[in-house]
C-alpha cells in the first residue's frame, strides 16, 4: 500500500511538472536566458511549499522512519558546494532538465531527458564508490 501512495506522489508530481511547463526545454532556456521568467515563480512556490509542510510536519511532531524527530542540520558552507552548484547550472541550463524534471520528461516519452537521467545515475554511482570505504573480502 506504501508502495502505491509514493507511485501516486510521484506522478501528481510529475504531472505538476508537466502543467508547469517545468519539463519544456523552451521554457527552462527562457529561464535561463532571462526571457521568460514564469520558472521562478514555480520554484519560489515550491520553495514556500516545501517550507510550509516542513514546518507543519514539525509541529505535528511527526517522526522519520527511524524514529528520529525530522529536523534540518546547518550545513556549513564551503568550496565543494560552490562548485558543485556551478557544475549543476551547467548542466541544468544544457540539457533543459534537472533530476526531478528528468523523470517527468521520461514519462513524457521525450528520448533525450534519458541521457541526463544515465548522467544522473553515473555521477551518483561514481560519487558513491569515491566515499565508500573498501569492501573487506
Request: hydrophobic letters at 55%.
Amino acid at each position: 500500500m506504501k508502495a502505491l501512495v509514493f507511485v501516486a506522489s510521484g506522478a501528481l508530481f510529475g504531472f505538476l511538472l508537466s502543467a508547469a511547463r517545468a519539463t519544456d526545454y523552451t521554457a527552462i532556456h527562457g529561464m535561463f536566458l532571462l526571457k521568460d521568467l514564469h520558472l521562478f515563480g514555480v520554484i519560489g512556490v515550491a520553495v514556500a511549499t516545501a517550507a510550509l509542510g516542513l514546518w507543519l510536519v514539525r509541529r505535528a511532531g511527526v517522526r522519520a522512519l527511524g524514529g528520529t524527530p525530522i529536523s534540518l542540520a546547518h550545513k556549513p558552507f564551503h568550496n565543494a558546494v560552490f562548485a558543485g552548484g556551478i557544475v549543476f547550472g551547467i548542466g541544468w541550463a544544457l540539457s533543459g532538465t534537472c533530476p526531478g524534471t528528468a523523470l517527468a520528461q521520461l514519462g513524457e516519452g521525450k528520448a533525450y531527458a534519458l541521457a541526463t537521467v544515465l548522467g544522473i545515475v553515473g555521477g551518483t554511482w561514481l560519487r558513491q564508490r569515491q566515499t565508500s570505504p573498501p569492501k573487506v573480502a
